[in-house]
């Protein structure tokens, strides 16, 4: 093991105890298993004969999720429905050790909740419920006043926009202009149709996909990569940008640079999640101090271990340590 590897392995030891918090949209994630032997009689569709149930965090929760298992301390803010899958997700968000004080119940929204039909390892139908539209405003500023009451205890900021409806420029502006006035990193996993919202932040993490929409550019080969970069650089301004190329791993800009970090998955089995993963530990990482060429490189190992797993999973520190050894 080289002396980069073990600089990078002192960067996930001080992962230990720092404060994140985390503003998005909560989901709950609903996976119900099965067997098909049939086709219904009613209609040309399978019947699915359900033997297991499961109900997971998800969207800005899973981040939670995955901070927690890092050994961060947990902040989540976003909004709920009053309603049964409402305090279904609270209780797990609550089971996995995540502060849950700046969660907000909105009477007038559902909780999000995706519900995944599988049979034989296969998705068969998935099922949301969900408001789309912008949290009303007494709702905003309940959200934002308990991020500002709540701040000072934070080593850094997440924001987590899958796109239902609690990130929303007004919000994003305060929340922006609040950390930069504290001082803190915010990091942001963008919606691509919302990419407009972000500026001035710490850092974006798009995948390719969520770049190419959001610069409305699409390339022709990996060559153009760098230039998709600069324009969204140019366009935003964050301090650095982390655009994620799955297989091919990721390539970092900052302060004029531009490296590429080729993947380290030996095998990958599932994607899901992964974006999570690599958005938490590479938040972690710059709030102990790591340059984002560095932060990016603990990340890259971060995904390399959360695909070769099925599932949206998650990693450990050691396991992390590990990886890095191992390389």
Same mark, same amino acid.
């Given at each position: ?54 109900? !997971?965090?998800?969207?800005? =929760? ?103 409806? !609690? ?18 990193? !915010? ?97 972690? =990482? ?11 490189? !603990? =990340? ?11 599932? =949206? ?15």
């Amino acid at each position: 093991m080289g002396v980069y590897e073990k600089k990078l392995q002192t960067i996930v030891r001080k992962f230990k105890n720092k404060s994140i918090m985390v503003i998005g949209d909560l989901i709950l994630d609903n996976y119900i298993f099965g067997l098909v032997d049939r086709i219904s009689p009613e209609a040309p569709v399978p019947v699915v004969w359900a033997n297991r149930e499961e109900f !997971v965090c998800g969207g800005a =929760a899973n981040v939670g999720v995955n901070l927690v298992d890092l050994g961060a301390r947990v902040d989540l803010c976003g909004v709920i429905g009053k309603d049964y899958f409402g305090d279904v997700l609270f209780s797990h968000v609550k089971k996995r050790g995540i502060e849950s004080r700046m969660i907000v119940r909105d009477p007038k929204r559902p909780t999000t909740l995706k519900t995944r039909i599988l049979a034989s390892h296969q998705q068969i139908l998935r099922l949301d419920w969900e408001s789309l539209e912008f949290l009303e405003l007494d709702i905003n500023k309940k959200i934002f006043n308990k991020v500002k009451k709540h701040i000072d205890d934070a080593d850094a900021v997440i924001i987590e926009d899958y796109g239902k409806g !609690v990130i929303n420029p007004g919000l994003v502006k305060d929340l922006v202009e609040l950390c930069r006035a504290k001082g803190k990193v !915010v990091t942001v996993d963008p919606k691509e149709e919302h990419l407009d919202y972000y500026t001035d932040v710490t850092a974006l993490t798009p995948n390719l996909k969520e770049a190419q929409v959001a610069a409305n550019m699409k390339i022709r080969s990996k060559d153009e990569i760098p230039l998709l970069g600069e324009i969204i650089m140019d366009r935003l301004k964050p301090k650095g940008l982390l655009l994620t190329l799955g297989e091919h791993g990721m390539m970092v800009f900052h302060d004029n640079k531009v490296k590429h970090i080729p993947s380290h998955a030996r095998e990958v089995y599932d994607v899901t999640g992964a974006g999570d993963t690599v958005i938490s530990v590479f938040t972690m =990482a710059l709030s102990c101090g790591a340059s984002f060429f560095d932060a990016a490189a !603990v =990340a890259n190992y971060a995904a390399s271990i959360v695909v070769g797993k099925l599932g =949206a999973q998650t990693t450990t520190r050691d396991e992390l340590i590990k990886r890095i050894e191992a390389k």
